[in-house]
């Protein structure tokens, strides 16, 4: 049975699936074997389970131009949150923004609860529990098709979103990492021995993931929120990111890298991360690197 731009049904002999296809889904067909379907250049056929759970994200994706969730660890950054929330929101793609405060002193959360717009949720920690178990915590209420991590300071630019995602809209990709080592775009020159530990720690992860990125530890990763609801975040402080790189490359997903923009702060600046958290990266590297 085809559905050309039209309601589908889940009766027998019809399409998978309830939606109302958008223009750009010129054809879909179900049957007992599989899917076949013709959607901006993309071409079927599309077999049980997960090319047909692909089919159903890129309609809902398609018929949806905001369907990100961006989750903004916050700790101690009364000072940026509020351009950052308001860039943030300005992105056309954007559906949802979760910040989690993890018990800043600083008026911080003050400062995310007067914003105003009812895309915006705003939780948080009792105790400071680290940026690994804010995300965590933002994670679970996220609630669009495309999970995006944004840090609280001015050190990435949300313009950079469209970028971001694009893979996944198109259907090339289920995980993007962004990368301040590759394109064209504006890159603060600073510390020699950060970008020596950040290119040694991303060459130990790729070494146990068999993965060749060139940037691990750059805070944007975009993911399809299936594939979030297929690991836990279990590191609560900066091991998160060689954590989530083994876990998304353990799924066996498609992962994208993107350039993206790096405006870097020095540390008088009010940047955080220290040589313990390289210590823990390390860590994070060899106990779920190695972990099936």
Same mark, same amino acid.
């Given at each position: ?92 793609? *954007?559906?949802? *923004?979760?910040? *989690? ?19 915006? &949720? ?59 080592? *590759? +394109? ?11 970008? &020596? ?42 091991? &998160? ?9 353990? &799924? ?6 993107? +350039? ?33």
């Amino acid at each position: 049975m085809k559905c050309r731009n039209a309601q589908s049904s889940q009766e027998q002999g019809g399409c998978i699936t309830k939606f109302s296809c958008p223009p750009s889904v010129t054809n879909f067909v179900s049957d007992d074997t599989g899917v076949l379907c013709s959607m901006q250049g993309i071409q079927g056929p599309f077999q049980r389970p997960l090319e047909i759970d692909l089919l159903k994200f890129m309609v809902r994706s398609a018929s949806t131009p905001s369907c990100v969730s961006v989750i903004i660890p916050l700790y101690n950054e009364a000072a940026t949150l509020p351009r950052v929330i308001a860039t943030v929101l300005a992105q056309p793609c *954007v559906a949802q *923004v979760v910040i *989690v405060d993890d018990c800043s002193s600083d008026g911080s959360h003050a400062v995310a609860l007067a914003a105003s717009d009812p895309r915006l &949720l705003v939780l948080r920690h009792e105790q400071n529990a680290g940026k690994g178990a804010a995300v965590r915590t933002g994670m679970g209420r996220a609630t669009a098709d495309i999970v995006l991590i944004q840090d609280a300071d001015l050190e990435y630019d949300p313009a950079d979103y469209a970028r971001l995602i694009q893979p996944i809209i198109d259907n090339h990709a289920d995980v993007v990492f962004g990368s301040r080592f *590759v +394109g064209s775009e504006a890159h603060r020159v600073l510390y020699f021995w950060h970008s &020596l530990g950040n290119s040694l720690l991303t060459l130990m992860s790729n070494m146990v993931t068999n993965l060749n990125l060139t940037d691990m530890e750059c805070c944007y990763k975009v993911f399809r929120r299936d594939v979030v609801a297929k690991f836990q975040i279990e590191e609560n402080r900066f091991g &998160l990111e060689p954590e989530i790189t083994a876990k998304v490359a353990h &799924l066996g997903v498609r992962i994208y890298e993107v +350039g993206v923009s790096y405006y870097g702060r020095t540390y008088a600046e009010g940047k955080k991360i220290g040589w313990k958290d390289g210590f823990r990266a390390l860590v994070a590297i060899a106990k779920y690197g190695f972990r099936s």
